[in-house]
């Protein structure tokens, strides 16, 4: 009897654990443990349990449950969406339909890098498109372009070479770190040259070539096998 007892206290301790107690343990839910927490405080705790990229199987059931608690995925706020971080790659291409990104914050989650599939960024490019304050790539401000990160990778060459010289350069530390499709890449090498960005490259050092990042390896190459494979001016 003494067993059975231990058995069901832990099963109620377990099915009750709350937020802070899981930010207190250190340690990081099994999907096991996931599948006997409480909802509500596993959406409490998202900011924690989403630090850190998760199994497959532990984000899909975290997302599941999500959408399940708000009744579909159109009803899930904007408080949520903001903080799934590692949960975000559970939600599926058709899911971003019924979702809205018009908030910078909530566009902010969906930017970062959580290797999302192509028809995944596709998607969630197209509700930028759709949602994001009626504003159009030559609107778009460093702030705007930090948000929206990965998810310019998704967007087409035409759309980027909207994009204001000047917030692209005081976006460049970021979107110098994307790994985007060669079209996309080039898109974004036009801009660096404008003379409201870095100008021509010939004039350019060593920190801005460092700041340009990847963008600088889709100039034309006579200008790549000068920047990186000569001397360049501190």
């Given at each position: 009897m003494l067993l059975i007892g231990i058995i069901l206290l832990r099963a109620v301790l377990a099915h009750n654990i709350t937020c802070e107690e899981i930010v207190a343990s250190g340690k990081k839910l099994s999907l096991k443990e996931l599948q006997s927490t409480d909802i509500s405080q596993i959406i409490n705790c998202l900011l924690h349990i989403g630090s850190e990229e998760m199994p497959r199987?532990?984000?899909?059931?975290?997302?599941?449950?999500?959408?399940?608690?708000?009744?579909?995925?159109?009803?899930?706020?904007?408080e949520v969406l903001k903080v799934l971080h590692w949960v975000t790659p559970?939600?599926?291409?058709?899911?971003?339909?019924?979702?809205?990104?018009?908030?910078?914050?909530?566009?902010e989650?969906?930017?970062?890098?959580?290797?999302?599939?192509?028809?995944?960024?596709?998607?969630?490019?197209?509700?930028?498109?759709?949602?994001?304050?009626?504003?159009?790539?030559?609107?778009?401000?460093?702030?705007?372009?930090?948000?929206l990160r990965n998810i310019l990778c998704a967007f087409n060459r035409s759309e980027i070479e909207?994009?204001?010289?000047?917030?692209?350069?005081?976006?460049?530390?970021?979107?110098?770190?994307?790994?985007?499709?060669?079209?996309?890449m080039?898109?974004?090498?036009?801009?660096?040259?404008?003379?409201?960005?870095?100008?021509?490259?010939?004039?350019?050092?060593?920190?801005?070539?460092?700041?340009?990042?990847?963008?600088?390896?889709?100039l034309p190459k006579t200008i790549v096998d000068k920047l990186f494979y000569s001397p360049v001016k501190n």
């Open positions: 199987d532990e984000s899909d059931f975290i997302w599941q449950s999500i959408v399940k608690n708000f009744r579909g995925v159109s009803n899930v706020p904007e559970a939600i599926t291409a058709a899911e971003y339909a019924n979702l809205t990104l018009s908030n910078i914050e909530v566009i989650n969906f930017g970062l890098d959580y290797n999302l599939s192509n028809d995944q960024l596709t998607a969630i490019a197209e509700r930028v498109r759709e949602d994001f304050a009626d504003k159009e790539p030559e609107d778009y401000t460093f702030y705007d372009l930090t948000a909207r994009i204001h010289p000047s917030a692209y350069k005081e976006a460049s530390q970021n979107i110098g770190k994307l790994k985007c499709k060669p079209e996309v080039k898109a974004f090498a036009t801009l660096a040259v404008q003379k409201d960005a870095f100008g021509p490259p010939d004039k350019w050092n060593d920190a801005i070539v460092r700041v340009v990042g990847e963008v600088a390896k889709y």
